[in-house]
């Protein structure tokens, strides 16, 4: 998860995400003092820079009750 970290402080252009289950609370780097490195926080700081592409799959069935209200979280990024 740190490779995904730096990969998105060292982007340039666009971010682009694809996942079949997202959870914005995830902490890429761990372990940190604070929430600088939870997915979320990482993603809002670079969007004031550039776009930011998520793409979500189909929430299989089995993953509707665990899945869909934290992958809903991303709409505020």
Request: proline letters at 3%.
């Amino acid at each position: 998860m740190e490779a995904v970290a730096k990969a998105i402080l060292a982007a340039r252009e666009e971010i682009f995400i694809t996942d079949w289950w997202l959870s914005p609370e995830i902490a890429l780097i761990r372990p940190y003092n604070d929430d600088s490195m939870r997915l979320d926080n990482l993603l809002g700081k670079r969007a004031v820079s550039f776009s930011i592409f998520l793409l979500l799959y189909k929430i299989m069935n089995q993953f509707k009750t665990i899945g869909r209200r934290n992958s809903c979280l991303c709409n505020g990024i």
